[in-house]
């Protein structure tokens, strides 16, 4: 059981470039999250998906766009990169998402829009 | 708004000494509150969740505590161990009538150093 992958672990782009994040699980959880984690800050919610084929905007969904066209994968798009973009990004997953089911994380990608 | 405040920002303790994180938090309606532990270049794993109905939960050497009437809980850790510096994040789900989503916030975290 790998649980919560990320791919890939670094990047660096330059402004304007576009990018996508892949995230997979084999955990065969309904629930996937994107957040993004910037210094002194708390993680905060881009995108989420409650299912295979459907997604839904978080707090910070600006400048990203998703796509869960499988149950195990959760893709993250940077169509054009800003510097405002840099951030440890991370991926979740839960089976579900009321009362205290939990998320789990995979080891985050660290990208850097230059 | 909702808010989770952490404290302290950072820590710094000896090798078998215990210590105590803070978490006061604004989330309403509350539903659950979580503690994850952050280890540097990894994602955030669980140790605790805790219910309203629950004031006391331990994991091991960490305890959790909740007070949801003050809106306030703590993190205690009991002879830490070099492998405890990690960021210490508190974690609190709220459910919001009407929707399918319960949104969790995020604590800035606390930055445990344990030095030998």
């Known amino acids: 059981n790998a649980g919560v992958t990320q791919t890939p672990k670094f990047r660096v782009l330059k402004t304007g470039q576009s990018m996508t994040l892949l995230c997979a699980q084999d955990?065969?959880?309904?629930?996937m999250y994107w957040y993004r984690q910037d210094p002194g800050m708390g993680l905060r919610l881009i995108h989420y998906?409650?299912?295979?084929?459907?997604?839904a905007k978080g707090e910070v969904p600006d400048g990203y766009n998703v796509s869960r066209l499988k149950k195990q994968n959760f893709l993250l798009g940077l169509e054009s990169a800003a510097p405002s973009q840099t951030s440890v990004y991370f991926c979740?997953?839960?089976?579900?998402?009321?009362?205290?089911?939990?998320?789990?994380f995979g080891p985050g990608t660290r990208l850097t829009v230059t | 708004k909702n808010q989770v405040e952490q404290s302290p920002q950072s820590l710094i303790i000896l090798e078998g000494k215990n210590c105590t994180l803070q978490?006061?938090?604004?989330?309403?309606?509350?539903?659950?509150l979580r503690w994850y532990k952050q280890d540097t270049g990894r994602g955030p794993v669980s140790l605790t969740i805790?219910?309203?109905?629950?004031n006391t939960k331990s994991n091991g050497r960490y305890t959790a505590t909740l007070d949801a009437d003050t809106k306030q809980s703590s993190l205690h850790i009991t002879a830490s161990q070099l492998s405890d510096s990690a960021s210490y994040i508190c974690?609190?789900?709220?459910?919001?009538?009407?929707?399918?989503?319960?949104?969790?916030?995020f604590g800035q975290g606390t930055i445990l150093t344990v030095h030998p």
């Open positions: 979740a997953s839960s089976y579900g998402t009321g009362g205290v089911y939990e998320q789990y």
């Open positions: 955990m065969n959880h309904e629930y």
């Open positions: 998906s409650v299912g295979e084929g459907t997604t």
């Open positions: 978490c006061n938090y604004t989330v309403s309606p509350f539903s659950n």
């Open positions: 805790m219910t309203f109905s629950e």
């Open positions: 974690v609190v789900r709220y459910s919001p009538g009407g929707t399918s989503y319960g949104k969790l916030t």
